[in-house]
């Protein structure tokens, strides 16, 4: 309880709650747990971790002992997202819901044009015999050689019944009676259930700036000159951090807290920067310290924040 996962030198290292080393997850090498990259670590309700592992996820138990890979590259029941146009293949990230059953979420690089390069960003339910697309979306990645900005990406995270709770912010948004709004979808995998959590916000126009090294405006923003509505989401147990692209006067960015089970607005709060992981009443984030090298900092969030 507490424990913090950190992927660092092909390794997972674990620290518990104060900051004192607890055990070290693999190495580098070939092998069975072993490491040649070592990103993306998701540890499931049960304790299973899966850890983003170069071109495939190492699967470990709950003591940590090595299971299995999961490399969908080669599972040709993926290959309905491919189409004719040359692409590759990146898998993002992997939560195990059981021996069977997993969510995944990978990218489809397409490579017709290096210049204007386009990508599908996909997010998949396998339940060990078929797979159910909940997301798939395809957007503009590179222009004239030059990675496109603020184009929106698909955020996703899950809840203590394994339900999963995602949004792709350039797409899940909707506008009735002149209001803005985004969408969150909530998936229960056992039911196959889906449910929207929808909450309003205001639109900010993409600043000159961020864009003007283009000779050409993005395709999307000669149409929706706007940010996407959010710039990323966290879950917290059954609360829902949504980080928008409005800001105040100091730079903080406007965050929605949302109950996830209720699919009702708790309360906003202004954060000083999107954290890498909230969990537990606490925020955590990557930083250097003074000699240049990275240290996990931890900050405890106002309880106000989340309405108690």
Same mark, same amino acid.
């Given at each position: 309880?507490?424990?913090?996962?950190?992927?660092?030198?092909?390794?997972?290292?674990?620290?518990?709650?104060?900051?004192?080393?607890?055990?070290?997850?693999? #190495?580098?090498?070939?092998?069975?747990?072993?490491?040649?990259?070592?990103?993306?670590?998701?540890?499931?309700?049960?304790?299973?971790?899966?850890? #983003?592992?170069?071109?495939?996820?190492?699967?470990?138990?709950?003591?940590?002992?090595?299971?299995?890979?999961?490399?969908?590259?080669?599972?040709?029941?993926?290959?309905?997202?491919?189409?004719?146009?040359?692409?590759?293949?990146?898998?993002?990230?992997?939560?195990?819901?059981?021996?069977?059953?997993?969510?995944?979420?990978?990218?489809?690089?397409?490579?017709?044009?290096?210049?204007?390069?386009?990508?599908?960003?996909?997010?998949?339910?396998?339940?060990?015999?078929?797979?159910?697309?909940?997301?798939?979306?395809?957007?503009?990645?590179?222009?004239?050689?030059?990675?496109?900005?603020? #184009?929106?990406?698909?955020?996703?995270?899950?809840?203590?019944?394994?339900?999963?709770?995602?949004?792709?912010?350039?797409?899940?948004?909707?506008?009735?009676?002149?209001?803005?709004?985004?969408?969150?979808?909530?998936?229960?995998?056992?039911?196959?259930?889906?449910?929207?959590?929808?909450?309003?916000?205001?639109?900010?126009?993409?600043?000159?700036?961020?864009?003007?090294?283009?000779?050409?405006?993005?395709?999307?923003?000669?149409?929706?000159?706007?940010?996407?509505?959010?710039?990323?989401?966290?879950?917290?147990?059954?609360?829902?951090?949504?980080?928008?692209?409005?800001?105040?006067?100091?730079?903080?960015?406007?965050?929605?807290?949302?109950?996830?089970?209720?699919?009702?607005?708790?309360?906003?709060?202004?954060?000083?920067?999107?954290?890498?992981?909230?969990?537990?009443?606490?925020?955590?984030?990557?930083?250097?310290?003074?000699?240049?090298?990275?240290?996990?900092?931890?900050?405890?969030?106002?309880?106000?924040?989340?309405?108690?």
């Amino acid at each position: 309880e507490g424990d913090i996962f950190v992927t660092d030198e092909k390794r997972v290292k674990v620290f518990y709650k104060n900051g004192k080393e607890k055990r070290i997850i693999g #190495r580098p090498g070939q092998g069975p747990g072993e490491f040649l990259s070592a990103q993306n670590p998701v540890l499931n309700n049960e304790g299973i971790l899966s850890v #983003r592992n170069k071109t495939e996820f190492s699967i470990f138990n709950k003591n940590f002992s090595f299971s299995k890979n999961i490399d969908i590259r080669f599972d040709p029941r993926y290959n309905v997202f491919k189409d004719d146009r040359p692409s590759s293949l990146t898998e993002n990230k992997l939560l195990v819901l059981n021996q069977d059953e997993w969510i995944v979420n990978f990218t489809l690089s397409l490579l017709v044009n290096r210049m204007n390069q386009h990508i599908i960003t996909v997010l998949v339910f396998d339940n060990g015999k078929n797979l159910h697309t909940l997301s798939l979306h395809e957007i503009q990645f590179v222009q004239e050689g030059i990675l496109i900005p603020n #184009r929106g990406n698909i955020y996703w995270g899950y809840l203590p019944d394994n339900s999963i709770i995602y949004t792709h912010t350039r797409f899940d948004r909707h506008t009735e009676d002149g209001a803005h709004y985004y969408d969150l979808h909530v998936f229960s995998p056992g039911s196959e259930k889906k449910t929207i959590i929808c909450h309003a916000y205001k639109p900010v126009e993409v600043q000159e700036r961020s864009i003007n090294v283009f000779k050409k405006k993005p395709e999307y923003l000669k149409k929706d000159p706007f940010y996407p509505p959010l710039n990323g989401f966290l879950v917290d147990n059954t609360t829902i951090f949504a980080f928008t692209y409005s800001k105040n006067e100091t730079e903080e960015i406007l965050t929605d807290i949302l109950d996830a089970f209720e699919g009702k607005y708790i309360s906003s709060a202004y954060f000083p920067w999107i954290p890498d992981c909230i969990k537990n009443g606490y925020a955590y984030r990557i930083a250097k310290n003074k000699e240049g090298f990275d240290v996990v900092e931890k900050y405890r969030i106002d309880p106000a924040v989340y309405g108690k």
